[in-house]
């Protein structure tokens, strides 16, 4: 058995390892977001949180929010686009297993993954809203994304949003409050609608707040029933609310796998919601490529 100290060594080189394969990231303003921009150079804060059952590195202290880029390889045709956002509860984010891990199975299955940095509401002396800069920063994720899309191979009509936990509010709330963009604006980027082709809510946070209508993005929900109440019996109900609308919508509910299961190798059948999720994208027609 690795003494704590061998065992953090041990993760620290997993985690440089690792790094290796991560692509750069491309930040969602050139200056910094709107207002915050004396902050952009403040360095992240990486940082490695013990569980019961794992310890992994999360990333707190985000003032100059980004995207990381995982790309199908040549060959395939254009992409369906997913922009993840890992949770962490708005504390910081867990940046491995729901979100680099994530980019890299999708790139793998013929579908581009970009992995949100979005600042965080909820650490320590923040200035940050959650239903203001956190969805800012989602917002122009999925305009930057629209406005690259003939660079990087994509289908600008299946450009959706991902997101667990605490990212999963954000990805919620991109999905009900978005706009057409702005054709005057100076900047390019902001030109560019940031409605979400589609939706898929991995135990989401504050599911309870969801609203529903006919025009909202289709919608793929999966959770674990050992999960908290407010998400093992929210995400039903939040199925039951797409059904009355009759917006395409699927659900999966795994016997086992708690809260923040995310891309994990364990002998559970929860670990096959990214397959169910690439299969729901080729049957509602956003993915080209097979899953």
């Known amino acids: 058995m690795k003494t704590p100290l061998l065992f953090l060594l041990s993760l620290c080189a997993t985690a440089a390892r690792a790094a290796d394969d991560i692509p750069t990231a491309i930040h969602l303003w050139s200056n910094g977001a709107p207002g915050f921009e004396s902050r952009a150079h403040e360095p992240e804060v990486v940082t490695i949180r013990q569980e019961p059952d794992i310890a992994f590195p999360v990333v707190a202290n985000i003032h100059n929010p980004s995207i990381t880029p995982f790309l199908p390889p040549a060959g ?172 395409p919508v699927e659900l999966h509910v795994f016997t086992k796998g708690g809260h923040g299961f995310g891309v994990r190798d364990r002998p559970l059948e929860v670990t096959t919601w990214p397959s169910n999720f690439a299969a729901w994208l080729h049957d509602t027609g956003f993915a080209q490529n097979q899953p």
Not at 129 to 144: N, P, Y
Not at 169 to 198: H, K, S, T, W
Not at 231 to 247: D, N, R
């Open 76 to 247: 395939f045709a254009p992409a369906a686009a997913v922009i993840i956002a890992p949770g962490g509860a708005h504390r910081f984010l867990t940046m491995d297993r729901e979100g680099y891990d994530v980019g890299k199975w999708l790139s793998a299955h013929g579908i581009a993954g970009f992995v949100l940095k979005y600042r965080l509401a909820r650490e320590t002396n923040s200035v940050y809203k959650i239903e203001v800069h956190s969805l800012q920063d989602m917002q122009r994720a999925l305009r930057l994304v629209r406005a690259r899309a003939r660079e990087w191979n994509l289908d600008t009509n299946a450009i959706g949003v991902l997101g667990f936990s605490a990212g999963g509010e954000i990805a919620e709330l991109a999905a009900m409050q978005y706009d057409a963009g702005n054709p005057a604006a100076a900047d390019p980027v902001d030109r560019q609608p940031c409605r979400p082709d589609f939706q898929a809510l991995i135990y989401p946070g504050n599911s309870k707040s969801i609203v529903v209508t006919s025009n909202s993005p289709p919608a793929f929900l999966a959770c674990a029933s050992d999960d908290r109440p407010d998400i093992s019996e929210g995400l039903p109900a939040v199925y039951l609310k797409f059904k009355q609308f009759h917006v």
